[in-house]
């Protein structure tokens, strides 16, 4: 329950390959590595760094506008880069129609937490280093036919930790979505609370919940997509209570690590802990939806979700009528 630096490796990374190590005449979106009869390996040297990347699970290479325009997946098997949170967004809504809440929110130090490095300072590290002022982006946009209440986590700010502003900006973001009486749309990735700031950082479990309440009360639809990787408080609390609860291929989701549970429990643990197909396999989600079908399946799933929310007052109006 901390920024979760130490967790933050078992986050699969981009590996660039170096320019050396790329065969002659390998060609960009063959999806396979092949050399064209004749050419002369020496044609590598001329290739410049930084135009390639290496699959982190077959270890294909792959080129990085195939990868960019495959929404970093692999083209070879499918397998999930991580991807910002203002990447995620331009993927899933409508060109233009996203009106942000809350931007300049950002943490304090409440409790004047020191170690090796204080918490302002590391707010301010990860600040300039992703652009956004905390751990997720909420707002407004448009999906199709579909108005929504999105918010999107970020991994790379403090290991996608829940502080109070995380949990108050997707409080905000909830009761908008209640008040304007549209879909909320919620996209996780986080190692947990933010230690940084103590049981404020846990507060934001039942207040999030809470919002979620008034929501499902309201008959208005939520939808958590659980990416990798989605654990410990933010999986305790609005992560795993949404009318549908879906999921990237291969994401590790879990409430503690397996180290922890396996050291715990003294018991083997079964291949696939803890994946998204593992968990989809035993009912705790409803779906697997690769990144680039996320956009169309969760408009699918907004039209079945929305028949009918706000039509039956006028339709015993139009009965009354005609009898």
Known sequence: MSDLDDFSKTLPKLETVDA??????????????????GESTG????????????????????????????????????????ISARARLESLIDDGSFKEMDAGMASVDVLKF???????????????K????DAVITGVCQMGPHKVALGIMDFSFLGGSMGSVVGEKLTRLIEAGTKGK??????STSGGARMYEGMFSL???????????????????????????TTAGVMASYASVGDLIIAEPGAMIGFAGPRVIKDTTQ????????????????????AIVPRNEM?????????????GKTKPKARRAAKKKAS
């Open 20 to 37: 050396e190590a790329i065969p002659g005449g390998l060609e960009p979106g063959s999806g396979s590595a092949k050399l064209k009869f």
């Open 43 to 82: 044609r590598k040297k001329n290739i410049p760094k930084g135009l390639w990347t290496k699959c982190g699970k077959c270890s294909e290479l792959i080129f990085d506008k195939d990868l960019d325009e495959n929404l970093k997946t692999c083209t070879s098997c499918g397998y999930h880069f991580p």
């Open 114 to 128: 020191t170690g090796v490095a204080s918490y302002p300072s590391k707010l301010e590290r990860y600040q300039e």
């Open 130 to 133: 992703t652009g956004e002022s």
């Open 182 to 187: 549209i879909p909320v749309v919620i996209i």
């Open 203 to 229: 507060m934001q479990m039942a207040k999030t919940c809470g919002a979620l309440a008034y929501h499902a009360d309201a008959k208005l639809p939520y939808i958590s997509v659980l990416t990798h990787p």
């Open 267 to 286: 018991a083997e643990l079964p291949p696939g802990f803890q994946t998204a197909e593992f968990l989809m396999d035993r009912g705790m989600i409803d």
């Open 295 to 307: 956009r169309d399946s969760l408009i699918g799933y907004l039209d079945f979700l929305s028949t």
